[in-house]
């Protein structure tokens, strides 16, 4: 199970940072992904991590601002996101990478249950 954290309202130029717990399965030896989804549109790719934390890849819509970093343990990862836009508004999920295209949805079976960014002044 994936617990997401940390979302909110802020006003554009802002930074609010992302957590997601795991539980129940030792997603510690998974690869972890972020992905949002805007009102009205398809859920996209923004950051993936591999277990270990030593590669991380991120969209190119957020590179330069978005950070993916994982715990200590492993069994958690973050998102620390800089200088949000307001295009960046979107419920925010966390997800348990399984196999394939790591940009892909379709590429991961466990999936947290959102936490909401409002970026707006």
């Known amino acids: 199970q994936l617990q997401a954290s940390g979302g909110g309202f802020v006003q554009p130029g802002g930074s609010l940072g992302l957590s997601c717990a795991a539980s129940?399965?030792?997603?510690?030896?998974?690869?972890l992904g972020w992905f949002r989804q805007a009102p009205g549109k398809e859920r996209e790719f923004v950051a993936f991590?591999?277990?270990?934390?030593?590669?991380?890849y991120h969209a190119d819509s957020v590179r330069g601002r978005f950070t993916i970093s994982r715990g200590n343990t492993k069994n958690s990862v973050y998102l620390q996101m800089n200088n949000l836009k307001p295009e960046d508004t979107a419920v925010y999920y966390c997800?348990?990478?399984?196999?394939?295209?790591?940009?892909?949805?379709?590429?991961?079976?466990?999936w947290g249950q959102g936490t909401l960014v409002t970026v707006s002044s």
């Open positions: 129940g399965r030792t997603f510690s030896a998974y690869a």
């Open positions: 997800a348990s990478y399984n196999d394939g295209d790591y940009t892909s949805t379709f590429s991961y079976d466990y």
């Open positions: 991590i591999n277990y270990r934390g030593s590669n991380r």
